[in-house]
């Protein structure tokens, strides 16, 4: 019943590693989202795709990349990770415009810490 | 740019006593507004919108413009509604690209 994986639950990685999160929906949805979700700050959003090969910055994408091959797949790439970017790291997706855009279906979370 | 304000960062109520859990939005146009819930060990997932104008789990929410609100309310919480809430908006024309709040955790006691 699982519809959006992200590929890692948590991980570890020490300062300037370049970290890989992966994302991967059996929806054919055509939106994808990339969010980091910390306490007080409730969810930011990073990155979004709204179709493969697409990307577009959300409100904090410094400091990180997507990469969006497949329609299914949906990658957030730390180059350099720092100790700022511990969190919790949610990916979502949802269908295309104009009906279901805003209804996003959630993974469970990849919890990184940087050490 | 448009903003999503939860002012309540923690609630906590008796079972059966009401509960509302406050929004408040900045956006000059016509938002689309919905609360997404994360109950405990859980993902995220939406409990309702307010095109849809329903009431989902005994909550409601009414968006009032005037006021630039859209509070979530139960009449009689339970302690399964534990939880953390968060208001979100959406412009209406982004490609799902949703502005959210600071997130309430709610916590129903016995």
């Known amino acids: 019943d699982v519809k959006v994986t992200q590929s890692s639950r948590y991980l570890v990685k020490r300062t300037g590693e370049k970290v890989f999160l992966e994302c991967v929906q059996d929806?054919?949805?055509?939106?994808m989202f990339w969010y980091r979700q910390d306490p007080g700050l409730g969810l930011r959003l990073i990155y979004f795709?709204?179709?493969?090969?697409?990307?577009e910055k959300g409100d904090i994408p410094e400091g990180y990349s997507v990469s969006r091959e497949k329609k299914e797949r949906f990658s957030l790439i730390l180059e350099s990770a720092s100790t700022n970017q511990t969190s919790m790291y949610l990916c979502?997706?949802?269908?295309?415009?104009?009906?279901?855009?805003?209804?996003?279906?959630f993974g469970a979370g990849s919890r990184l810490t940087v050490l | 740019a448009q903003r999503v304000t939860q002012p309540e960062k923690l609630l906590s109520v008796f079972k059966g006593a009401p509960v509302e859990l406050k929004c408040n939005y900045s956006?000059?146009?016509?938002?689309?507004l919905f609360w997404y819930v994360q109950y405990s060990r859980q993902r995220l997932q939406l409990l309702l919108r307010?095109?849809s104008r329903e009431s989902i789990k005994g909550f409601t929410a009414d968006l009032n413009k005037g006021e630039t609100s859209f509070h979530l309310k139960k009449p009689f919480a339970q302690e399964e509604d534990s939880a953390m809430y968060y208001c979100?908006?959406?412009?209406?024309?982004?490609?799902?690209?949703?502005?959210f709040g600071q997130g309430t955790i709610l916590t129903v006691h016995p």
């Open positions: 979502a997706s949802s269908r295309g415009r104009p009906s279901g855009a805003n209804v996003l279906t």
């Open positions: 929806m054919d949805h055509e939106n």
């Open positions: 795709s709204y179709d493969v090969k697409m990307k």
């Open positions: 956006y000059s146009g016509s938002p689309e």
């Open positions: 307010h095109i």
């Open positions: 979100a908006l959406s412009e209406g024309t982004s490609y799902g690209k949703l502005t």
